[in-house]
């Protein structure tokens, strides 16, 4: 792990403001002018804003940037680093979008019963508490809600509302097969410690609710905010320590991409959670040119298993608007398995997963019924949720055959 680099344009701020969360939400960029003025301080030619500015207006994401994320970006290889790929967008990596492409290819908001609550698979519902984020990734699966609304795209936000709770709450109360939730948005990091106590014990207090998890991508992007927010910190060992009394299980799923956003703060922070008894669990995405070399993605397993961050997932890059660029061909996560799988204890080897079109929900990659490396078209089925239908997986277009595929997708696209 690294320490955080004080760039430049914080001159005159000391260590100790840096890793304070209120001064990171503070400074954190949320516009073209911010950013720019402070490509102008790093000494970044003009033409590299000209680009990102190309960039932005095609993006589905608002601009959303920590500070403690800015300093993660490897300043002399700009365009090549993969911190900043995943954050500030540049024209050159915009390329065509798959023609099977919807805004919600998961199609979430079909199997929602009630607004903001995803129930796909029998015993579990992913609660969406908010559509705000302390910063916001490009290749987000939740374009059509998450954060302010671009040029490109109409957002559905899901406001932190107790009312559109209480409708989520009952629901659950009311649907005895469900044991597990999945806390989201947006990031559960936003919330204020008032609006974790209600949605953490309301759910715990529910009989047949056994185990929930908390999604937050903080320790990725400000992991400071579990070493200066006290107050929250607390709450969240408070909402563990109270499922633990009942034996429900309460867990932090955060979503860590590359090594290089692994930093001193960053241990320090899970080691924080750990001594203090909070299971955290890690999910990455698989991004083309950032961790699709196996070697890359081995030094991640291994930097978040020797600071007690469980590897969970590794997630298939999903059909999103604008960013087809970082998907990679189902043959490339299924040889990374190949590598990692002996090369660290089983228990730190993660599920590598596809997240199906059309509802299909998680399938592990290595299950495909059918995978054509020619076309680049597999088929998957799922029999937790549609046992007698085909769900079709496609591989960036650039590396497959595009009549072929397009003549799939168009039957996937019929069948919805």
């Not at 990734?137 to 809600?145: A, I």
């Not at 290089?260 to 909070?278: D, H, I, P």
Request: hydrophobic share 35%; aromatic share 10%.
């Amino acid at each position: 792990t690294q320490m955080n680099k004080l760039l430049v344009p914080w001159k005159n701020i000391t260590r100790t403001q840096f890793n304070d969360h209120k001064w990171q939400s503070l400074n954190t960029i949320t516009s073209k002018k911010n950013l720019f003025d402070f490509f102008s301080q790093m000494g970044m030619k003009p033409e590299v804003s000209l680009e990102v500015e190309r960039g932005i207006k095609l993006s589905t994401m608002s601009l959303k940037i920590s500070p403690y994320t800015l300093s993660r970006i490897n300043w002399d290889d700009f365009y090549g680093c993969p911190v900043r790929k995943q954050f500030i967008p540049m024209e050159r990596e915009i390329v065509p979008d798959h023609p099977s492409l919807v805004l919600d290819s998961l199609s979430e908001q079909k199997d929602s019963p009630v607004d903001g609550l995803v129930h796909r698979y029998p015993h579990k519902v992913l609660f969406l508490a908010l559509s705000v984020c302390p910063v916001y990734c490009r290749f987000c699966t939740r374009s059509y809600s998450i954060g302010s609304e671009t040029e490109t795209t109409t957002k559905q936000a899901f406001k932190p509302m107790l009312k559109r709770w209480e409708d989520m709450f009952t629901y659950i109360r009311n649907t005895p097969t469900i044991n597990d939730v999945v806390i989201s948005g947006g990031d559960v990091s936003v919330l204020n410690t008032k609006m974790l106590d209600i949605i953490g014990k309301t759910l715990l207090d529910i009989p047949h609710i056994k185990r929930i998890r908390f999604a937050t991508k903080i320790l990725a992007v400000m992991p400071m905010k579990f070493l200066s927010d006290t107050e929250w910190t607390d709450k969240i060992v408070e909402i563990s320590d109270y499922g633990r009394s009942l034996c429900k299980q309460v867990a932090i799923h955060t979503h860590i991409n590359h090594p290089a956003e692994v930093s001193e703060t960053t241990e320090e922070a899970s080691n924080l959670l750990f001594k203090r008894g909070v299971l955290v669990r890690n999910q990455t995405v698989l991004l083309r040119t950032i961790n699709d070399d196996p070697k890359v993605m081995m030094e991640l397993i291994k930097q978040l298993m020797d600071i007690n961050i469980f590897p969970y997932y590794v997630f298939q890059h999903d059909l999103v608007k604008g960013c087809e660029y970082f998907r990679t061909p189902l043959k490339t996560i299924l040889d990374m398995e190949k590598y990692v799988r002996g090369r660290i204890a089983g228990f730190g080897v993660p599920n590598f997963m596809l997240d199906m079109m059309g509802g299909g929900g998680k399938r592990l990659a290595a299950s495909y019924e059918s995978y054509d490396q020619t076309t680049g078209v597999s088929t998957f089925i799922s029999p937790a949720i549609n046992a007698s239908k085909l769900y079709y997986h496609f591989d960036p277009l650039p590396l497959a055959s595009i009549s072929t595929q397009e003549n799939q997708s168009h039957q996937h696209l019929a069948a919805h």
